[in-house]
């Protein structure tokens, strides 16, 4: 009989991160269950954990290299694959320089060390200005805010949820998704926990979501009047004498500023583009203000819209005002224990953050966090002329599904002189490509998470590794990464891939250890890959023995041995520690999101049409990442992919349950069976994002068998946050009849 063994690992498929505990005969999954001894997720569960085993499984999961031949995918070897990237993308990198190579990375990678950690490797070798991510997809407005009021990027402030009173929840679901940009896993465990004891959460979005039937208080707000409920909250506090800075008030700046700027834009004037009340948007304030433990969160709701940028700005300002930020129970900051920029070099004050050091070539639209805006890739690849991309490489990305008007990037990508795909699917976007690189099944991966832990609900560490061996001939990811590197920096990408990232993570270490670079590298030793990386970023981390300087300090030999992880505790005030602004202290008036306010002013004259409904976008539990579509235990059951209404517009518009609607706007148009349902706001349609897979091409037997519909292909590509580069997929006017 095969062994059976039980195997501890972290789950990668949503930013919940959850301990799993796996239990395997021989090289087959016989069950997936929540670890109980995680220290973080403590056995919590969800359906997508479970499906691991579909994913390690899937027939349709590429295990070898793609080349196409005549319009046809081949199998081939990994030196043939690699010869035919060398023969086909180094002409043009030679002949039209870098920026000829665009390269788009997909948010799967922020779960795979090997991807997220070695990208840069090849971004730096490319040279190229054109990089973009699944960032400006979702959450760029909030990395963009954080950046400008405390220094960096990734300083975001997550709930205390544990030691909070009162919680007000905008634009977000963590009852289905666990938490985005704040790892949360079982919120609803803890929800449930903080209200027994008397606290409250007040959900204000325009669909009655899961997390708003577990609330004390729904309120319903117009699609897109985020902006104007906040302006209004803000004015309030400093109208009725309530703004209180307590520990905050000697890290601040711009509070004059600040109260200048929200003057115009009382709770009277946003009521009619907030679609709330003047005096609920005075109580909420007040509510805030008048609760010791307390905060506000906004998610993918306030990102994807044109004011992504204020609305992430206006959440912390709120937390700020009323002395929320940084205190227990409120909006606190954690402290991860390795890769976290924010615990690194001198504490309290740094460079800050620059955007806008190169543009795009035809929107002209700024470069953010190293990045243009994913809506402008097709214009890239369109447009003649010096700089034009004319090859691309993905990382984990299918932008055909996740971005706007994908059947114009469809089309693009269908010009390019060569395209390299690093996927673990034949999907909608690696169908153009004429390589294919194939990754690893995630049970076939070791695993330490690089950003999740910076916006975890409590401190810790944990990794896991392998469940079971990769194919002999399968590289790990990094290898893949590294080679690429090389060939495209005109090296020999066939030398040994171990010698590179020797000297790589050398130069690394060189430039903060000196004349010690060989004491380090020999503490690492004989460790590669991102093993080394890991154990470096944990023993120079906030935690770390600092190689032997502080004896009692994690090491990553101390976080393998323990296999459920190493809790590092409570979230703990740190300002003004965790500061990198180059004052030292926080921003409050940055002058780039002043500026933008004066759109608001415009944005509150606009009429809406009278016939015209408004779409916005939803998230299921079982449904993450386009490719989850293709696992048989989260595409079971249900239809998914439909079009809610709310009952009245069903009545008006000829709707019925089951039926099929057909939604247009100026792109096109797309036919969804309507689900009827009263947790909707009047005049607001919905649609889940990710679905489409009715496209020639893909190989994706489950997916395909129930596709769905796109609804960015209704979406305008030109419309973002100019802040930000944030795509706007949400608050969309669409025409919605009876098919």
């Known amino acids: 009989m095969a062994e059976q063994a039980t195997h501890y690992r972290i789950c990668p498929l949503c930013e919940a991160c959850c301990g799993l505990e796996i239990r395997t005969e021989g090289a087959q999954v016989i069950s997936i269950r929540g670890a109980v001894d995680d220290v973080f997720s403590a056995g919590f569960i969800c359906p997508k954990g479970v499906s691991l085993k579909d994913l390690h499984e899937d ?101 205390d949820l544990p030691r909070s009173d009162l919680l007000i929840i905008l634009g977000a679901n963590p009852m289905v998704s666990n938490g985005s940009l704040w790892t949360v896993p079982d919120y609803r465990g803890k929800a449930k926990a903080m209200r027994e004891r008397g606290g409250r959460i007040v959900v204000i979005d325009p669909r009655r979501t899961e997390t708003a039937h577990a609330a004390d208080e729904y309120l319903p707000i117009q699609p897109g009047g985020d902006v104007f409920l906040l302006l209004g909250m803000v004015h309030t506090l400093f109208d009725e004498n309530l703004v209180q800075l307590k520990h905050l008030a000697g890290h601040v700046n711009g509070l004059d500023d600040l109260r200048a700027a929200v003057a115009p834009y009382s709770p009277e004037r946003m009521a009619a583009g907030a679609g709330i009340t003047a005096e609920a948007q005075r109580r909420l304030a007040r509510d805030l203000a008048a609760t010791e433990r307390a905060s506000i969160y906004g998610r993918i709701g306030t990102c994807v819209q044109r004011f992504g940028t204020l609305n992430s700005w206006l959440i912390d300002v709120l937390n700020i005002l009323t002395g929320h930020l940084d205190a227990v129970g409120g909006a606190m900051f954690p402290k991860a224990a390795a890769f976290a920029a924010n615990t690194v070099g001198q504490p309290g004050s740094g460079r800050g953050i620059t955007t806008g050091r190169r543009a795009s070539r035809v929107s002209g639209a700024p470069e953010v966090f190293g990045e243009l805006p994913m809506n402008c890739l097709s214009e890239e690849i369109e447009t ?56 690893l099944s995630p049970l076939e991966d070791l695993h330490y998470d690089m950003a999740f832990p910076q916006l975890s609900w409590r401190n810790h560490a944990r990794f ?68 080394r990386l890991v154990d470096l970023a944990l023993r120079t981390g906030p935690y770390g023995d600092q190689f032997g300087l502080k004896p009692a300090g994690l090491t990553l030999a101390q976080v393998k041995a323990a296999p459920g992880g190493i809790d590092l505790g409570e979230l703990q005030p740190r300002v003004p520690e965790l500061l990198r602004t180059p004052s030292g202290r926080i921003e409050l008036a940055p002058p780039s999101l002043l500026a933008d306010l004066a759109f608001v002013d415009a944005a509150l004259e606009q009429t809406p049409s009278a016939t015209a409904m408004i779409l916005i976008g939803r998230r299921d539990m079982r449904s993450g990442n386009s490719w989850m579509h293709n696992l048989p235990v989260l595409a079971k059951g249900p239809e998914r992919c439909t079009l809610m209404v709310n009952p009245d517009d069903a009545e008006r518009l000829g709707l019925q349950n089951g039926g099929t609607a057909r939604v247009s706007t100026a792109l096109g148009e797309l036919l969804a069976q309507v689900a009827i349902s009263a947790d909707l706001m009047a005049g607001v349609v919905s649609l889940p994002h990710g ?22 292909a209704l979406l305008d590509g030109e419309q973002r946050d100019p802040l930000s580069g944030n795509a706007v997929l949400s608050g969309v006017a669409v025409s919605v009849t009876a098919a």
């Open 59 to 159: 027939p349709d999961r590429l295990r070898q290299p793609l080349i196409k031949r005549d319009g046809q995918f081949v199998t081939a070897t990994w030196d043939e694959a690699f010869s035919e990237i060398e023969r086909r993308l180094l002409p043009v990198i030679a002949s039209h320089g870098p920026d000829a190579v665009a390269a788009s990375i997909g948010n799967p990678a922020a779960h795979k060390i090997s991807l997220l950690a070695y990208f840069p490797r090849l971004a730096r070798a490319l040279g190229t200005r054109n990089v973009f991510s699944a960032s400006t997809l979702d959450q760029m407005p909030k990395q963009l805010s954080s950046g400008l009021m405390y220094g960096h990027w990734l300083s975001i402030p997550v709930p």
């Open 384 to 439: 003649a002329g010096p700089g034009q991309v004319r090859a691309l490489i993905t990382i984990a990305s299918n932008p055909v599904l996740s971005a706007p008007n994908g059947q114009r990037l469809s089309k693009a990508l269908d010009s390019l002189d060569f395209m390299l795909s690093l996927d673990i699917y034949l999907n909608e976007t690696s169908r153009h490509a004429d390589v294919i690189l194939p990754g």
């Open 464 to 531: 896991s590794g392998p469940v079971f061996a990769k194919a002999a001939d399968q590289p790990e990811e990094w290898e893949t990464i590294q080679r690429l590197a090389a060939l495209v920096a005109g090296q020999d990408w066939r030398a040994d891939v171990g010698e590179m990232d020797d000297a790589a993570v050398a130069a690394e270490v060189r430039r903060f250890a000196g004349a010690q670079t060989a004491a380090v590298l020999a503490h690492l030793a004989p460790q590669r890959g991102p093993e």
């Open 691 to 712: 679905w489409g897979h009715d496209l020639q091409g893909s190989r994706l037997q489950v997916a395909s068998a129930r596709p769905g519909v796109n609804m960015n």
